[in-house]
């Protein structure tokens, strides 16, 4: 049996080997029709072909848009783009290279180590790919290389547009700033637009460039060049224009802007200031700010450490990613809260002996000798910390939170601006599931008068003044229109609390600013069209040790700028028809009634009267002072600015 | 039970089997993606992240899988020769139901770690299937019309999944390997006589069949077929790669641009040119001599395998190197004859040397098995 299973399988096999070398005689025919036709393609029609390559001329550019400008409410242009000019350098047309870059230093000032740069780009790159050797040069530096274009053959000046903000330090925060694309850009994108690829190409880094970057980006055109056999674009066919990006019109009042980020001057500080019945952001100020165009242009090692080490950490933007223990103002939502629960109404008072006890514990109010019996103007005016502490145990963590909540606290604003910070609202729920640990008395105690484990952004906190001014539960808003289509939001709709509670409230704010002996009583407005109600606040940093409070209270001026207190404050204008609510938060700037009011007074007055704050509305006593501060601040000059961008303002 | 079981004792075993490796093939293979690599260096400008460097390291990645196959039995292969071929029909299946829709064509499986391109998988499955099948059929078998009509059905049913998808090129090649490892099993000759005659027939038919109700191509396949036929018919449009490549191609001359300076590469009129239409970047940079050296890397490479073939005594192994070895020259001729304007545009890689992780890992493994074949062979004594 086995045998015959042999000789089957052998006479088998020779039949796979026959059919094998057959196979393999059709195969080499086959082969052998592909290198006669590779031979007769490549050397008898070689010639032909070459003729053909030269002649194989038509190719398709991409013509990136114009990307989409910026502007601020009434028409002012915060980024724009602006014509430069570059100087490009071929190998092949060229020839010697460093021969012809050592001329063109004589041309416009380079560096040797700029030079050396190029020269390994050219290198690397293929012969008739051109390569920049300098970026943003002078007219000046420009016409200088066109008139040597006889000695320096191979170098060309090219145009091309860039982003230019001609506000510079005053929006960085909110518009931010474009860059050339970077691999990770690309790699965040699930089908990356062509036009990334082009080289040179821009696209938004931060801030609303990058929020709004598909809007303003736009289409790419395209065109059908003649190039010839090496690639030199000998002329145009045909181009199908882009579509350029549309562009914005920003809520923000780019004065107000200007006056607001001046005022700031160099504290670490920040401010905002919304309309109160449409949400608009008319400022949003971050101080200190950098200049935004040197990002464009390749920030320089040494500038971008010195923006990097400084410790008022210019780069952040305070007014939406900087989050503060509220202080006192956040006594605003304990009274809103307490009233709303009914424990209290606006005559029950409680009694301020300096301290309150509960559970074995004291807790101190900030005035060591107490304020006596307060009711709720008062306990706003005076700032009482026992009045809050008493009602906070009334109400419980849960409803203030809630009413929190409600008022825009603890919350994640949407708006086109980067890391916009969510705060911390804090409840039982919270803390159990943040620390695994249950809520306790003191944490009530704490969160009553803003501290502990409260956070909120001088963006919520003002959005927090908007809703109270106006009984409406506005949302903020930074973008008024795309492409010159009103981005119509609609109104409001009115807050679910009692208007009736949200006026007692509004008249403790009042209390404070406007009757002698309270807290805001010295930043005062007396012009009655403008009065101001407001709340102050200061937010400790740090917890006093025993042996602090047993050497007694230390001055805010005694300790090191990073230990001292935050300044806040939030107030709206004018009293009876609220049009504007500001937060600002003065980081480590001592007193919220002595730092941050005045602050909040001036851009009050400066939205409210359309110009220079009005001496007239100062209290008497204050104007000679103001009058040498107002006079002394850094503004811009809108009126040249103007005329010296208005020429490319619309390009 | 295999020949080779019987005599188990020639069989080299253990780490002894790395010396009876088909060493001038793997060294042949190497050659043939070391042009690869150039290439796609070249194309990319120089820029040796684009392309290049993925490309070597699935190729470090095929070469591993190759050599760790080699050292399993044959019979190993043989033995679950079925298994891959039902899992290959239904991964191709699956793909055909929620595949990844690439360039218009769902091809593409995701595994989530890797693109898997399942009509790849099945160019291998298909012939180890039918060697497997005509192992197991007694030779004296193999012209019997029933026994014919079986492995038909084996190749139909893959082909008619591959069409659905809509692959053609991958089509042709599964029905080419097929017939292959048919025709060296010792099918009659009549067989392929009456297949040939019916293909004739069948495009006279298809091609009647454009624009009426029951045309059986898609438009863009018909196309192609109209632009093969004259591509100076619409040269910026469907035309455009074969006329673009030709001139490639013919522009290289004896000794070709020199490397990295192919115009017709560098100024982007050569579409695909890192995948399909390689070929006319090597040819057009290196010239005929360049060209021609690839294409002799390429013959020595089946020369090799079946000098291997000829030597077996195991059918199974015999049929699947020889069908590997078909599979594999039909993907260069197809390919090179598409891009010498011989074949209409199909849209199959060059073999190695195109960019593309699962085509190249798919035939690693498979020169696997072809080396499997080659270290367990019977030898004399």
Not at chain 1, 190 to 218: A, C, H, S, Y
Not at chain 1, 513 to 528: A, E, F, Q
Not at chain 1, 544 to 562: F, K, Q
Request: hydrophobic content about 45%; glycine content about 10%.
């Amino acid at each position: 049996m086995r045998r015959i299973v042999h000789r089957d399988r052998d006479e088998s096999t020779r039949k796979i080997t026959r059919r094998a070398l057959f196979m393999g005689g059709a195969m080499s025919a086959v082969v052998a029709v592909l290198g006669a036709r590779l031979r007769y393609m490549q050397v008898d029609e070689a010639d032909q072909y070459r003729t053909l390559a030269e002649e194989n001329r038509i190719s398709i550019r991409l013509i990136p848009p114009n990307r989409g400008q910026i502007f601020d409410r009434n028409g002012r242009l915060i980024a724009g783009n602006e014509q430069n000019y570059r100087v490009t350098i071929t190998r092949e047309d060229a020839g010697d290279v460093p021969e012809i870059l050592h001329r063109l230093q004589r041309v416009i000032p380079l560096t040797d180590a700029e030079l050396a740069r190029t020269a390994e780009e050219v290198r690397k790159r293929s012969a008739f790919v051109s390569v920049v050797v300098a970026d943003r040069i002078s007219w000046d530096e420009m016409s200088r290389v066109a008139v040597n274009a006889p000695s320096l053959p191979g170098v060309t000046p090219e145009v091309g547009l860039s982003r230019i903000y001609p506000l510079d330090t005053d929006f960085a925060h909110i518009v931010g700033y474009v860059g050339p694309v970077s691999e990770r850009d690309l790699a965040a994108q699930k089908n990356p637009d062509p036009l990334l690829q082009i080289p040179q190409f821009q696209i938004g880094k931060i801030g609303v460039e990058t929020w709004m970057e598909d809007e303003l980006r736009g289409q790419a055109g395209s065109k059908r060049i003649e190039v010839n056999a090496v690639g030199r674009v000998m002329r145009e066919l045909d181009r199908v224009e882009g579509q350029p990006g549309a562009d914005l019109h920003l809520t923000i009042d780019a004065e107000v802007q200007n006056f607001a980020q001046a005022r700031l001057g160099g504290e670490s500080a920040s401010v905002v200031a919304i309309d109160v019945n449409t949400g608009d952001i008319l400022a949003a100020a971050s101080a200190p700010s950098f200049d935004p165009n040197l990002f464009v242009r390749g920030i320089s090692y040494t500038d971008y450490a010195k923006l990097t080490e400084n410790d008022h950490r210019p780069l952040s933007n305070k007014a939406v990613q900087g989050t503060y223990p509220p202080g006192s103002t956040f006594k605003i939502i304990t009274a809103l809260a307490a009233l709303e629960a009914g424990v209290i109404d606006s005559e029950s008072t409680v009694y301020c002996p300096g301290y309150y006890e509960i559970g074995g514990r004291r807790f101190h109010c900030w005035s060591r000798w107490g304020h006596g019996h307060m009711n709720l103007d008062g306990a706003m005016g005076k700032s009482c910390d026992v009045y809050f502490y008493d009602v906070s145990q009334r109400v419980g963590i849960d409803k203030i939170a809630e009413m929190g909540r409600r008022m825009g606290l603890g919350q994640r604003h949407d708006l086109p601006m980067s890391a916009i910070a969510e705060g911390v609202m804090p409840d039982k729920d919270w803390k159990r599931r943040s620390y695994d640990q249950e809520w306790r008395i003191g944490d009530t105690i704490n969160a009553s008068i803003g501290q502990g484990y409260v956070l909120a952004s001088p963006l919520q906190l003002a959005l927090m003044t908007a809703r109270l001014a106006s009984g409406r539960a506005v949302t903020p808003r930074l973008v008024k229109s795309i492409g010159g289509v009103e981005d119509t939001p609609p109104e409001p709709p009115m807050m679910d609390v009692n208007p009736a509670l949200l006026r007692m409230v509004r008249h403790g704010m009042y209390t404070v600013s406007n009757k002698l002996g309270m807290t805001g009583y010295n930043s005062r407005i007396v012009d009655p069209a403008m009065t101001m109600a407001g709340k102050s606040g200061t937010s400790q940093v740090r917890n006093i040790s025993a042996a602090e409070r047993a050497r007694g209270v230390i001055g805010n001026d005694d300790l090191p700028w990073n230990r001292r207190d935050h300044a806040l404050f939030v107030g709206f204008a004018p009293y009876d028809a609220p049009k504007v609510a500001v937060a600002c938060v003065v980081e480590h700037g001592g007193g919220g009634s002595t730092v941050a009011a005045p602050i909040v007074r001036d851009l009050l007055l400066r939205i409210l009267t359309g110009k220079m704050p009005p001496l007239a509305a100062y209290p008497e006593s204050q104007r000679a002072r103001i009058q040498t501060a107002l006079s002394e601040m850094s503004l811009r000059d809108f009126s040249a600015l103007a005329s010296a961008t208005g020429v490319q303002g619309r390009a | 039970m295999s020949f080779l079981e019987y005599r188990i004792q020639t069989v080299p075993t253990g780490l002894r089997k790395a010396l009876y490796l088909n060493w001038p093939l793997v060294l042949l293979l190497t050659s043939v993606c070391a042009v690869g690599w150039l290439m796609l260096y070249s194309v990319a400008g120089g820029d040796i992240t684009v392309w290049a460097e993925p490309q070597m390291k699935r190729f470090v990645a095929g070469l591993s899988i190759m050599l760790v196959m080699a050292f399993i039995p044959i019979w190993f292969w043989r033995n679950i020769s079925g298994v891959i071929y039902l899992g290959a029909v239904g991964l191709l299946v699956a793909v055909d139901v929620m595949g990844h829709v690439g360039m218009g064509a769902q091809r593409w499986l995701n595994l989530g770690f890797i693109m898997l391109q399942p009509s790849e998988v099945m160019k291998i499955a298909l012939v180890m299937m039918l060697a497997a099948y005509y192992d197991w059929l007694p030779p004296n078998k193999v012209s019997h019309p029933l026994w014919v009509a079986v492995p038909l059905v084996l190749i139909l049913l893959p082909v008619f999944l591959v069409m659905v998808q809509p692959d053609l090129g991958t089509a042709i090649l599964l029905m080419g390997g097929g017939a292959v490892v048919m025709f060296c099993a010792g099918v009659s000759l009549w067989y392929f006589a009456v297949v040939l005659g019916a293909g004739v027939g069948l495009v006279t038919v298809v091609l009647a069949s454009r624009g009426k109700s029951w045309q059986l191509l898609r438009d863009y396949q018909f196309k192609r077929i109209d632009t093969f036929l004259d591509p100076s018919t619409d040269p910026l449009g469907a035309g455009y790669h074969i006329t673009q490549a030709k001139i490639a191609l013919g522009s290289g001359g004896w000794t070709g641009r020199g490397f990295m300076q192919g115009t017709q590469s560098r100024l982007n009129f050569l579409p695909e040119k890192h995948t399909d239409f390689i070929f006319t970047v090597i040819a057009e940079e290196l010239g005929f001599i360049g060209a021609c050296s690839l294409l002799i890397l390429y013959v020595l490479i089946i020369a090799f395998c079946i000098a291997s073939a000829v030597q077996m005594k195991d059918r199974f192994a015999a049929l699947v190197t020889l069908g590997i070895a078909a599979s594999f020259f039909f993907l260069f001729a197809v390919n090179m004859l598409m891009v010498m304007g011989l074949a209409p545009v199909v849209g199959v890689p060059l073999p190695l040397v195109s960019y593309g992780g699962s085509a190249m890992m798919v035939l690693l493994t498979a020169f696997g098995i072809v080396q499997s074949a080659h270290v367990h062979r019977a030898r004399d004594r």
